[in-house]
C-alpha cells in the first residue's frame, strides 16, 4: 500500500469516527431533550453552626412533548438520626430571580413544594432554583458529627441526567471522613469526591440517575465545631417524632376512664337483702335455665339439659336412655327422646323454641337414595336444603350436628326474657362468652380502628401517619367490650332473685344431719325430688340432691325409661340424670456507624423524597 493509500484510508478513518461521535453526542442530546427530564439537578448545602442547613437546589426541567404546569420537589422531613426537621424561608425563583407560584403541603412524611400555576401550562425547558433552610439536620454521633443527605431523593418519576451536590462546611471544620452513593434505595455503588475547596466537598453522580435513583452525600466533621443538641432540643424533637402515638395513646385511657364509670353507674348489682335464707322452692316460677343465668351470671352446656329435663318433668317429652355394646366389655350409651305433648301451651319462648328445635330433623336418607338413579353432586345438594320436618322421636347423636344454632337461639330467649322481665339492667358477658366477644370486637376494631384512625389523625391533628390513632382506637374498642363484658347487672328484683336461689342451692345440697337447722322444710317425697330436680342440675348439685333420697326414691319417673330393671335407686338416678347432661353438652358446643464512614447507601440521611412534573 503507497504512503498517498495509507494517508487516505487513516483520512476516512478519522472522519468516521469523528463523525460518529457527532451523531452520538446529537443523539444524546436529542434524546435529552425530547423526553421528560431533570436535564440538571445541582445543589449546595451549606451546614450551620445551629444544625441546620440552608439548601439551594437549581433544576433544570425539560417537558419533553407534552404539557406541563411545573414540577413538586417532596422533600424527606426527618434527618439522619430520625429527628425531625422543620422547613423554613421556602422559595422558588428562575435563573433572573423572577418568583414562581408554589405551594407547600404535607405529603405523608415529606413536605411538598408544587410549583407552577394551574391555569398555565408550557413546553420545553425551565430553570427552578429551590432553597429552604432545614433545621435540625446535622447528625450528632459518638466521635464526629456528620451531614448525611439524600440529596435528590429517591422517588423522582423521570430520569436526571447530571447530578451535582457541594457540602460547604463551618470555617474552621475539620473534615474527618466523606462517602458518595448513587442508584437506587440502598444501593451502595460510590460516587467520588471531584472537588474540594477549603471547606466545600463536590461530589457527582458518574451516570445518569434513572427514575427511582437519586443521588445521597455524606461528610463528617470533628465535634464541637456545631452547637450540641440540648435537653430541651431532645424533648422538642421526642414530642415532635411522637406526639401522634401521645394523643393516640389517650385514647384507651379515656375509654377505660369511660367503662369505669360506666360499670361503676350501670355495671353493678343493685343492692338486696345481704342475706341468704334458707329455701325450698323456686321463685317467681323461673325456670331452670332462668335459675342458673341468675344464679351464675352464666348459662352453661348443664343448663341445657336442665332445661330438657324440665321439660320432662312437665310431661313434654319422656327420656328413654339407650344401650348398645359393640363388643362384650364396650358400651355406648345414648338417648331417646320422645314428643308427648305441643309446645304451644309453654308459657316462655325459649322453652317453645327448645322442644321445637328438638323435634324437627331433615328427613332420613339411607345409602341406597344416594345410588339411585346414579350418584351427583346435585343430589347431595338438594339432601342438604332439604327442609327439616317435625318428628315424634329423634336421639341425641342424631341432634349433635343440627342443634347447636338452635341451643344459641334458645340461650339468647332465655337473656331476652330475664331482661324483659326486670331481673337485669344490662347482661354484659351474659351475651356472648368472652372469647367470641373478644373475636366479635377484633374483627369491628380493625375496621372502625381503620376508617377512624385515618379520619382523626389525617384530617382532624393532620398526622404524617394515621397509625397511631388507628391503634389507639383498636385498644379503646377492646378496653370497653372486655370491662362491659364484666358488667351484667342485675336490678333490685334481679339481686333478691339471686339471693333467694343461693337459699335454695343451700337446701339442695345440705347433708341430712344438717337439715335440723331447716325449718319448715318439705317432707322428702318423689314429688319434691322430681320437682327440684332440673334445678339440682342447673345449680351443680344434682348428685348430692340425688343422695338424700336414696330409700325414698324408688321408683323411675314416667318420663324416664332406663336400663335399671329392678334395682332403680335414686344415686343411679342422679348420675344418669349426670350422664344426660354430659350427652347433652355436645348439642349446645361446637368443634457502621453514620453514612460518611461508608456504611451508608443511596436513599439514606436525611432530605431526599422526589418529584416529577405535573
Known amino acids: 500500500m503507497t504512503k498517498i493509500m495509507k494517508k487516505l484510508f487513516l483520512l476516512a478513518f478519522t472522519t468516521i469516527i469523528g463523525v460518529g461521535g457527532i451523531l452520538g453526542v446529537a443523539y444524546a442530546q436529542d434524546q435529552t431533550n425530547s423526553a421528560e427530564s431533570i436535564i440538571s439537578f445541582v445543589s449546595n448545602i451549606i451546614v450551620n453552626q445551629d444544625n441546620s442547613v440552608d439548601v439551594t437546589e437549581v433544576i433544570t426541567y425539560n417537558t419533553g412533548p407534552v404539557e406541563r404546569h411545573g414540577i413538586y420537589r417532596d422533600i424527606y422531613l426527618y434527618s439522619s438520626q430520625d429527628r425531625k426537621m422543620s422547613f423554613e424561608n421556602i422559595s422558588v425563583t428562575d435563573e433572573t430571580g423572577v418568583p414562581y407560584i408554589f405551594q407547600t403541603s404535607a405529603y405523608g412524611k415529606n413536605t411538598r413544594i408544587k410549583i407552577g400555576s ?37 422517588e423522582w418519576n423521570i430520569p436526571i441526567y447530571k447530578t451535582e451536590a457541594s457540602v460547604v462546611l463551618p470555617a474552621r471544620a475539620p473534615l474527618t471522613q466523606s462517602a458518595c452513593y448513587y442508584g437506587n434505595k440502598g444501593s451502595t455503588n460510590k460516587c467520588e469526591l471531584v472537588n474540594r475547596d477549603n471547606n466545600i466537598y463536590t461530589f457527582n453522580s458518574p451516570s445518569l440517575l434513572r427514575a427511582n435513583e437519586g443521588l445521597t452525600v455524606a461528610v463528617g466533621f470533628a465535634k464541637g465545631v456545631t ?24 385514647l384507651p385511657i379515656l375509654s377505660l376512664l369511660f367503662s369505669l364509670l360506666y360499670w361503676y353507674k350501670k355495671g353493678r348489682d343493685a343492692r338486696g337483702a345481704g342475706v341468704i335464707v334458707p329455701q325450698y322452692d323456686v321463685p317467681d316460677n323461673l325456670s331452670p335455665m332462668e335459675v342458673a343465668a341468675i344464679a351464675n351470671e352464666n348459662l352453661s352446656d348443664d343448663n341445657v339439659s336442665a332445661e330438657i329435663i324440665y321439660l320432662a318433668t312437665k310431661g313434654y317429652l319422656k327420656i328413654n336412655q339407650l344401650e348398645e355394646r359393640f363388643i362384650k366389655f364396650i358400651k355406648s350409651v345414648d338417648y331417646e327422646l320422645v314428643k308427648l305433648k305441643d309446645s304451644a301451651d309453654l308459657p316462655n319462648e325459649f322453652d317453645r323454641k327448645l322442644l321445637d328445635g328438638l323435634f324437627t330433623a331433615k328427613p332420613k336418607f339411607k345409602s341406597l337414595d344416594l345410588l339411585k338413579g346414579g350418584f351427583s353432586r346435585q343430589k347431595l345438594m338438594a339432601m342438604a336444603l332439604e327442609p327439616e320436618v317435625s318428628v315424634q ?12 344454632g338452635k341451643a344459641h337461639l334458645v340461650v339468647v330467649a332465655v ?26 370486637l377484633a374483627f369491628m376494631s380493625v375496621w372502625a380502628s381503620g376508617f377512624f384512625g385515618a379520619i382523626l389523625g389525617m384530617l382532624i391533628f393532620r398526622a404524617d401517619n394515621p397509625f397511631p390513632f388507628m391503634v389507639g382506637i383498636f385498644f379503646s374498642i377492646i378496653i370497653y367490650g372486655i370491662i362491659s363484658h364484666f358488667s351484667p347487672a342485675k336490678t333490685e328484683k334481679g339481686t333478691l332473685a339471686k339471693e333467694y336461689i343461693l337459699g335454695l342451692k343451700d337446701y339442695l345440697q345440705i347433708a341430712e344431719k344438717d337439715r ?8 322428702k317425697s318423689p314429688e319434691v325430688f322430681e320437682k327440684l330436680l332440673p334445678y339440682a342440675l342447673a345449680l351443680g348439685v344434682v348428685d348430692i340432691w340425688a343422695k338424700e333420697f336414696e330409700g325414698i326414691y324408688k321408683a323411675p319417673p314416667e318420663w324416664y325409661s332406663g336400663p335399671t330393671g329392678n334395682n332403680f335407686s335414686a344415686i343411679a338416678f342422679g348420675h344418669s340424670m349426670s350422664s344426660f347432661s354430659s350427652a347433652t353438652s355436645s348439642l349446645s358446643s361446637s368443634s457502621g ?19 416529577g412534573g405535573w
Do not use: C
Open 118 to 154: 394551574p391555569a398555565e401550562t408550557f413546553t420545553g425547558q425551565k430553570n427552578y432554583i429551590i432553597k429552604y433552610r432545614a433545621t435540625r439536620a446535622v447528625g450528632q454521633l459518638a466521635d464526629f458529627d456528620e451531614i448525611y443527605w439524600n440529596v435528590t431523593g429517591n
Open 593 to 611: 456507624g453514620g453514612g460518611s464512614g461508608g456504611g451508608g447507601s443511596s436513599g439514606g440521611g436525611g432530605g431526599g423524597g422526589g418529584g
Open 415 to 440: 337473656l331476652d326474657s330475664l331482661l324483659n322481665k326486670g331481673y337485669y339492667k344490662n347482661l354484659g358477658r351474659m351475651k356472648n362468652g368472652l372469647g367470641s366477644r373478644i373475636f366479635i
Open 516 to 523: 335440723l337447722q331447716f325449718h319448715n322444710a318439705p317432707e
Open 227 to 250: 452547637t450540641p443538641y440540648s435537653a430541651e432540643d431532645e424533648a422538642a424533637n421526642f414530642f415532635s417524632k411522637y406526639w401522634s402515638w401521645m394523643v393516640a395513646g389517650i
Open 393 to 404: 322421636t329423634i336421639k341425641l347423636s342424631e341432634l349433635a350436628n343440627s342443634f347447636f
